[in-house]
């Protein structure tokens, strides 16, 4: 057993594999295998994992709920870190949540709710974990993770310590945060929600499933929205789109200052476009589908032409909500 391997073990025991095919732990179900994969059902194993690729000098990934990402098919030649600490805690008297990192979103929101705490019911239409959505300050249907968080816990890889970070520090804006910059692990996170009556927040719960339900594709091999939504500061940042569809863009756009990625998916007529087994979903532009057969690289390949139409059109440059596990670093 090689001297990696063997301290892999001495953390995890049997939880480590090698040559993990990463299609088994992605919703895409697509991607080659990991050379090392393993599985921390703590804070504290999800450290030691970390410090153990440093220390190795072995590049690291942490894979939450798989949702989000797009793996290479030639693989990851380093370690994944799944992270399946997800233990929740609630104070119903104080109206505190602690989630673990590795928590399901919609388990969290589904927990509170049952509480009779409101302010994650929006959650349960997530597919992904607390430590995802914190890192990408993820939300739909009205709400962002940052509304009701107030602090995390992280592990500092450069710092090689563990720390509590406020969320002011976190610098959370749409579908961004600090993390994204920093070599920051999330361990757990805390909310601080409000007293409502049980039926209230367990009928907001139901409410928000039926959205989901309606406007997204169901059971599909999917990674969820595929873009950002495009945000500007002045509408002369849209001179361009403005030219192309006049008074088309709906007036709370403008006010929003956020035009939806899917609206200008749709407006090109690129539902329903493939490459390969990969597909522009019918229901909504701004969600990218496998058949089952689709290749990473076709899905790649698929969100690449997505990006060029945008901005061919538009002059609108569109990033990518996916994350890129295995591909080379531009």
């Not at 720390?163 to 749409?174: I, N």
């Not at 200052?257 to 522009?280: F, H, M, N, Q, S």
């Amino acid at each position: 057993m090689n001297p990696f391997l063997q301290k892999l073990s001495g953390i995890v025991g049997n939880d480590v594999k090698v040559d993990e095919p990463l299609m088994l732990h992605t919703h895409f179900k697509t991607g080659g295998p990991a050379k090392y994969l393993a599985v921390a059902e703590t804070a504290e194993e999800i450290v030691e994992l970390v410090k153990a690729a440093v220390e190795h000098h072995v590049d690291w990934v942490i894979l939450g709920g798989g949702t989000n990402v797009l793996a290479n098919d030639k693989g990851f030649d380093g370690l994944i870190i799944k992270a399946a600490n997800r233990a929740i805690e609630i104070d119903e008297s104080t109206g505190r949540g602690v989630a673990q990192a590795g928590a399901l979103s919609s388990a969290v929101a589904r927990k509170t709710a049952d509480a009779g705490l409101t302010g994650l019911e929006w959650a349960i239409s997530l597919p992904g974990t607390i430590g995802g959505a914190v890192r990408g300050n993820a939300g739909c249907f009205g709400g962002e993770t940052k509304d009701h968080l107030m602090d995390i816990e992280v592990f500092d890889a450069e710092e090689e310590r563990v720390k509590r970070v406020s969320k002011r520090a976190l610098q959370m804006s749409y579908r961004d945060s600090k993390i994204k910059r920093r070599p920051w692990v999330v361990l757990s996170a805390v909310f601080q929600l409000e007293r409502a009556d049980r039926e209230v927040t367990n009928r907001r719960i139901e409410e928000v499933l039926k959205c989901r339900l309606a406007s997204q594709p169901k059971n599909a091999k999917c990674a969820g929205c595929a873009f950002k939504n495009f945000e500007f500061e002045n509408e002369s940042e849209l001179e361009k789109l403005k030219e192309t569809v006049g008074d088309a863009i709906p007036p709370h756009f403008l006010e929003q200052k956020r035009i939806p990625a899917g609206w200008l998916i749709d407006r090109l007529d690129l539902k329903g476009t493939c490459i390969g087994g990969a597909c522009v979903n019918q229901a909504h532009g701004n969600f990218v589908t496998s058949d089952g057969t689709a290749t990473s690289d076709q899905i790649a390949e698929l969100l690449a032409l997505l990006k060029t139409r945008v901005r061919n059109a538009y002059g609108i440059q569109l990033h990518e909500e996916i994350q890129y596990i295995g591909f080379p670093r531009s």
